[in-house]
């Protein structure tokens, strides 16, 4: 019978310790992920800050969605939530007009497989005398909002989805939400 040193002992424990180690980060990460809510509450009135100096004020109820948000310095996106109704927010720099700005938007909408802009496309200014554009469209099993507004080489992208009866309930309390886009703490 064949015997065992001590350093071949050690070198089996040692590989033990390390496969243990790695079958706790393989099942216990996952599981704390699936622990922790992505959603973190807002301060009713406080500003976020989406990226590229471009902040909005969220409605009141509103969480922060923090998979779909990243703020940058040329760059960024924020991501709501008001019970089931999904508020997004992202800018970029832009080299163009507010029409062709609209017209890439409603061209990403429709990209989609079974999305459909809806209805006429309006004008919309936030508070601060951003000038905007905004419509409708309708996806599989939900409804939208699309408003894109130009200023200071940005675009700024406002794209809200939820179900007809949740989008019919929040839809005014987002409008007036998208009303305090700003840039650079003010409208440029």
Sequence with gaps: MARITRRELMNLLGALAVAAALAGL?????????????????????????????????????TLDVTGTRPGGSMGSALFRIGAVQYGISVRPFDGDLDRAAAQL?????????????????????????????????????????????????TIEVLISGNDLDLGRTLPQIEASTRTLRIDGAAK
């Design 106 to 154: 409603r061209q990403r909408i429709t990209g989609n497989p079974g999305y459909q802009v809806t209805g006429a496309q309006l004008g919309v200014d936030t508070a601060g005398g951003l000038k905007g554009l905004q419509g409708g469209y309708t996806a599989p099993g939900r409804g939208g909002r699309y408003a894109v507004y130009v200023g200071d080489g940005r």
């Design 26 to 62: 393989a099942f216990g990460l996952p599981a704390v992920d699936r622990a922790l809510s992505a959603e973190r509450p807002l301060r009713s009135g406080a500003e976020v800050d989406v990226g590229a100096g471009v902040t909005v004020v969220p409605p009141a109820g509103a």
